[in-house]
């Protein structure tokens, strides 16, 4: 059943962050749209990850041993590192344009230029190859009952400070940026708006682009936190080799995996604007 469900993760992840790539390189709206941009930036960090991660972790829980080599062992974790940084941070960045779009409409404007998407996109993913890029050399082949398996290789210190810094810069740091950014964002929606007042179409929109943001947000919160968990359980804690650990490693491996191919669907949902886009797609493709 493993393979099955590596191969449905990996199949939905590449078509449906496929479509929604496509959906806003045919929107000529999209470059004058900051959220839309980031959206983007968070869709190819989904795209790489399904692409270059998924196949090649399937193999973990398929074969006995790793049949890739030693580069491939180093580059797949760094991917998987890299994206999941990239992710947390664009996640991070929306959150704070979310706010300044609601609470500050007319004086985010200068800063929330396409320009400075871009910019930030830079910088989401500059700090992202700086954050994952240990990890190239974290992982290496490691003979076991005549096979070779990909695994750590540092010693259990290095490996403390790595992990415990990757779950504090690559998780817990961004959920309370956008706890934080969400917290104030929601607050404001609350009391500034009389909910018997009309409310401007431009405010609709913003509340529904919110929405489906935070419902993203909620997700790769949720689907990533029992992957840090399992790490930091080994390192710290008591987490024997039993088939319960293995099932529960399992688990969060799979859930932090498909995080990359819940996105879309969450879009083709909530937005009109995605359904519609997916909808032109499909009828150019027929």
Known sequence: IVPVVF????LLGTVGNSLVLAVLLRNGQMGHNTTNLFILNLSLADFFFIVFCVPFQATIYSLEGWVFGSFICKAVHFFIYLTMYASSFTLAAVSVDRYLAIRYPLRSRELRTPHNAVTAMAVIW?????????????????????NYICMPGWEEWRRKVMDTS?????????????????????KYLWTAVDPLEDISESKKSKRKVTKM?????????LCWLPYHVVILRYLYGDFPFNQATYAFRLLSHCMAYANSCLNPIVYALVSKHF?????KV?????
Do not use: M, N, Q
């Not at 190859?129 to 005549?146: R, T």
């Open 213 to 221: 943001i935070i419902i993203v947000t909620i997700l790769f919160c």
């Open 7 to 10: 191969s449905l993760i990996f």
């Open 126 to 146: 500059g700090l992202s190859v700086v954050f994952a890029g240990p990890y190239l050399s974290y992982y290496d082949l490691i003979e076991w009952e005549s």
């Open 166 to 186: 990757t779950f504090a810069f690559g998780y817990v740091i961004p959920v309370l940026v956008i706890s934080l950014s969400y917290t104030r964002t929601i």
């Open 275 to 279: 359904r519609k886009g997916f909808k």
């Open 282 to 286: 499909f009828s150019c493709l027929l």
